[in-house]
């Protein structure tokens, strides 16, 4: 008889009680344990394996492990920069997601089951067997194929493999690209044992129909300027400064995506190296996301593309041709391609606006920014029959005009990312996007060059404008409980 997948005695327990509590009492009794001790990588761990082994992805993207898999970087991060019980409150959240899909009707109920790995007669006759499994839609045939092959070679080979059929279906679903990507990442932190067992459901999802799309605009922009065929440089230095700002220009500029990917290849054609190629892609990309006009706490996949991007770009292990298109897909995602349809007509924020504010200290201004934060208006949700449509209120310019101002006065970044990390903790709508999109800005502040770096904390605090208080029962229900 099949059995379900079973963890080590130290874990299985931890795992069972998010499964098993009842929604109604998870919040308050995962508090209890971590106020007992129990570690934030250890709940984590649990709550991640608890939503692998016990929820199945719906037909959409948002259910099942996706997005708590995806969000686990994120939240890893988030938990050092509070103080604190309040380190508590984003594992809360994590824990609350994962017994939430595990006890919906869409996702479950649902066990996944101990499988044999498949052999189909050596490496290259798994991985063909493997791409036969997507290309026929067979996600149970690729769990089984991809099992297979983590013993047997690199597990960066087993990635590169997943992502040579995640990164071209992107043009159909961001998702397909950011599971594999974001969930590795995840597990680098979590440890390599639950490697296995964390990335059967990205290999399930990678092979969901429609079929992988062929690329023959991008092919012929990789062969137009030889960047299959030419030593390209990798590592950037202070001589790209130049290009990468008018790389980057012409994407914050431009009014039609499909300019951004030729600019890309020109440049790497004519020198600029892969590295200074991803800092220009996310210099635009922060820029583009602050002329964006939307007010879907969603759509944060501007950023979190672009910062997951950079960071396989510098992978050693991944082939030449899945960094290239990393590098030349960034477009092409459904819930980033949608937002050339709902751009401001020139640069946000406005640097004139932001100048004429009133003189505030650091502390003020922080507090002045968080409360406009706070207060942004509510959305009429009756009138809002699709999320992708919604547009931001005028007030989330405000936010942004206060954050420029702090820029301005040179005030300090990590109070400036404190403070959005205490934001942040509040929402419970999104699927941690929130979270996801916290982490990225910060990651790309550190790894971006001067004058641009600071567009992305500006973004963050955008970001946050929109998200905040769309749903806030976990948060409330814990703040309640932390004070109690």
Same mark, same amino acid.
């Given at each position: 008889?099949?059995?379900?997948?079973?963890?080590?005695?130290?874990?299985?327990?931890?795992?069972?009680?998010?499964?098993?509590?009842?929604?109604?009492?998870?919040?308050?009794?995962?508090?209890?344990?971590?106020?007992?001790?129990?570690?934030?990588?250890?709940?984590?761990?649990?709550?991640?394996?608890?939503?692998?082994?016990?929820?199945?992805?719906?037909?959409?993207?948002?259910?099942?492990?996706?997005?708590?898999?995806?969000?686990?970087?994120?939240?890893?991060?988030?938990?050092?920069?509070?103080?604190?019980?309040?380190?508590?409150?984003?594992?809360?959240?994590?824990?609350?997601?994962?017994?939430?899909?595990?006890?919906?009707?869409?996702?479950?109920?649902?066990?996944?089951?101990?499988?044999?790995?498949?052999?189909?007669?050596?490496?290259?006759?798994?991985?063909?067997?493997?791409?036969?499994?997507?290309?026929?839609?067979?996600?149970?045939?690729?769990?089984?194929?991809?099992?297979?092959?983590?013993?047997?070679?690199?597990?960066?080979?087993?990635?590169?493999?997943?992502?040579?059929?995640?990164?071209?279906?992107?043009?159909?679903?961001?998702?397909?690209?950011?599971?594999?990507?974001?969930?590795?990442?995840?597990?680098?932190?979590?440890?390599?044992?639950?490697?296995?067992?964390?990335?059967?459901?990205?290999?399930?999802?990678?092979?969901?129909?429609?079929?992988?799309?062929? =690329?023959?605009?991008? /092919?012929? *922009?990789?062969?137009? &300027?030889? $960047?299959?065929?030419?030593? @390209?440089? #990798?590592?950037?230095?202070?001589?790209?400064?130049?290009?990468?700002?008018?790389?980057?220009?012409?994407?914050?500029?431009?009014?039609?995506?499909?300019?951004?990917?030729?600019?890309?290849?020109?440049?790497?054609?004519?020198?600029?190296?892969?590295?200074?190629?991803?800092?220009?892609?996310?210099?635009?990309?922060?820029?583009?996301?602050?002329?964006?006009?939307?007010?879907?706490?969603?759509?944060?996949?501007?950023?979190?593309?672009?910062?997951?991007?950079?960071? =396989?770009?510098?992978? /050693?292990? *991944?082939?030449?041709? &899945?960094? $290239?298109?990393?590098?030349? @897909?960034? #477009?092409?995602?459904?819930?980033?391609?949608?937002?050339?349809?709902?751009?401001?007509?020139?640069?946000?924020?406005?640097?004139?606006?932001?100048?004429?504010?009133?003189?505030?200290?650091?502390?003020?201004?922080?507090?002045?920014?968080?409360?406009?934060?706070?207060?942004?208006?509510?959305?009429?949700?009756?009138?809002?029959?699709?999320?992708?449509?919604?547009?931001?209120?005028?007030?989330?310019?405000?936010?942004?005009?206060?954050?420029?101002?702090?820029?301005?006065?040179?005030?300090?970044?990590?109070?400036?990312?404190?403070?959005?990390?205490?934001?942040?903790?509040?929402?419970?709508?999104?699927?941690?996007?929130?979270?996801?999109?916290?982490?990225?800005?910060?990651?790309?502040?550190?790894?971006?060059?001067?004058?641009?770096?600071?567009?992305?904390?500006?973004?963050?605090?955008?970001?946050?404008?929109?998200?905040?208080?769309?749903?806030?029962?976990?948060?409330?229900?814990?703040?309640?409980?932390?004070?109690?």
């Amino acid at each position: 008889m099949h059995r379900r997948v079973q963890f080590s005695d130290e874990i299985e327990p931890l795992v069972q009680f998010v499964e098993e509590t009842d929604p109604s009492d998870i919040v308050d009794r995962a508090l209890a344990k971590l106020r007992d001790g129990v570690t934030a990588r250890t709940m984590l761990t649990a709550s991640a394996l608890a939503v692998t082994r016990s929820s199945d992805i719906p037909p959409g993207h948002h259910g099942g492990p996706l997005h708590p898999l995806v969000g686990l970087h994120a939240l890893r991060h988030l938990v050092d920069r509070l103080e604190g019980e309040n380190r508590f409150l984003p594992i809360l959240q994590h824990v609350a997601l994962c017994n939430k899909h595990i006890h919906h009707p869409a996702m479950g109920p649902y066990m996944m089951l101990d499988i044999e790995p498949y052999d189909a007669g050596g490496v290259e006759a798994t991985k063909e067997a493997f791409h036969n499994a997507v290309n026929r839609g067979e996600t149970h045939m690729a769990d089984h194929c991809i099992l297979g092959l983590w013993d047997q070679i690199p597990a960066v080979e087993v990635l590169d493999l997943l992502l040579s059929v995640a990164i071209p279906k992107n043009v159909l679903d961001d998702h397909y690209f950011v599971f594999p990507g974001y969930t590795w990442r995840g597990i680098e932190w979590l440890g390599q044992e639950y490697l296995p067992i964390l990335m059967r459901p990205v290999a399930r999802y990678t092979a969901r129909y429609p079929r992988t799309p062929d =690329l023959p605009e991008i /092919d012929a *922009l990789i062969d137009e &300027n030889e $960047l299959m065929t030419r030593p @390209l440089r #990798h590592q950037t230095g202070d001589d790209e400064t130049e290009t990468i700002g008018r790389v980057s220009s012409v994407m914050t500029q431009c009014s039609d995506f499909a300019d951004i990917p030729v600019a890309i290849a020109k440049a790497l054609g004519d020198g600029l190296s892969m590295q200074g190629a991803g800092e220009a892609l996310s210099i635009g990309a922060a820029g583009l996301f602050m002329r964006s006009l939307t007010g879907n706490p969603m759509d944060v996949h501007l950023h979190t593309s672009v910062n997951l991007r950079r960071y =396989l770009v510098n992978m /050693d292990g *991944l082939s030449l041709r &899945n960094k $290239l298109l990393c590098l030349l @897909l960034w #477009h092409t995602g459904p819930e980033v391609r949608s937002t050339q349809n709902r751009l401001e007509a020139s640069s946000q924020p406005d640097l004139d606006a932001a100048a004429a504010l009133p003189y505030r200290t650091q502390d003020e201004l922080l507090d002045t920014m968080t409360e406009n934060i706070y207060q942004q208006p509510p959305i009429d949700w009756a009138g809002a029959a699709n999320l992708g449509q919604v547009r931001a209120a005028p007030e989330v310019k405000t936010v942004l005009q206060l954050a420029q101002q702090y820029v301005n006065n040179g005030y300090d970044a990590d109070a400036f990312i404190a403070r959005l990390a205490e934001i942040v903790c509040h929402d419970n709508f999104t699927e941690m996007h929130a979270f996801k999109h916290h982490q990225a800005v910060i990651e790309e502040f550190h790894n971006t060059r001067d004058p641009w770096r600071w567009s992305h904390l500006v973004a963050g605090a955008q970001a946050s404008a929109i998200s905040f208080g769309k749903n806030m029962e976990v948060y409330e229900e814990a703040i309640e409980l932390l004070h109690a």
